[in-house]
């Protein structure tokens, strides 16, 4: 069974600098792999995802990840935060195309601090 | 544009009460999501459809159920409505399409905060 685990519910960052949330999953075939963002009060949107192509992904806002299949993460960075970073953050993985369900990690808070 | 709504964003219901969530997609996709997000828990499944007439219990249904008569629409419903169920819900769609190439990317509506007294 698939399964995702995000290292840190909580992680606090100054303004500009670098941000790292980290996320290893189990798979037992290649996954899909994604990062969520969600903002207070809002539903979930896509920062990006991995889909076997290259596996250094680049999203929106500024946001990359690369799939490192010998260590089995998919962490998250952004190389300078900003203020309006802070939000929750999901890792999730499926395994087959078309009729599977995600499997979500517990999700990480960014702070971001001036 | 292509959306998926929830109706009510905000409900306030009894212990014991029949409730209903509407979730409504325009994207045309297959698949459905219903799931619910609890402090320390992130998101867990609640039920999910692949197509009309499809329905899948997902990890943590007991309690709830859904139909799917259209593509558009999965409610949700709250047979008898417990204090445990007190949660923000999601509803989300996917392209689907089993065998297909497909990321499985799931686009969320906004959420519904149910309290139940």
């Known amino acids: 069974a698939q399964s995702v685990t995000q290292l840190g519910s909580h992680v606090s960052v100054s303004e500009g600098a670098l941000v790292l949330l980290r996320c290893n999953y189990s798979s037992s075939v290649p996954p899909y792999l994604f990062w969520y963002v969600q903002y207070p009060n809002q539903g979930l949107q896509l920062l990006l995802k991995y889909t076997s192509a290259a596996t250094l992904v680049k999203g929106i806002n500024g946001f990359e990840a690369e799939f490192k299949k010998s260590e089995t993460s998919f962490h998250l960075t952004k190389p300078s935060a900003h203020m309006s970073d802070a939000a929750e953050y999901f890792c999730a993985v499926s395994d087959l195309p078309g009729n599977t369900p995600l499997v979500f990690g517990k999700g990480t808070r960014l702070s971001v601090i001036a | 544009d292509a959306e998926i709504t929830q109706s009510p964003r905000h409900k306030i219901t009894e212990t014991g009460r029949q409730v209903t969530l509407a979730c409504h997609q325009t994207w045309n996709h297959n698949n459905m999501f219903w799931y619910r997000q609890d402090l320390g828990h992130g998101l867990r499944l609640i039920h999910y459809s692949y197509g009309v007439q499809d329905t899948n219990k997902g990890e943590v249904s007991d309690g709830y159920s859904v139909s799917r008569s259209n593509t558009e629409d999965l409610p949700l419903t709250l047979e008898s409505a417990a204090s445990s169920q007190t949660s923000v819900y999601f509803c989300?769609?996917?392209?689907?399409?089993?065998?297909?190439?497909?990321?499985?990317?799931?686009?969320f509506g906004p959420g519904t905060r149910l309290t139940v007294l």
């Open positions: 989300a769609s996917s392209l689907g399409l089993a065998g297909a190439k497909v990321d499985n990317e799931q686009f």
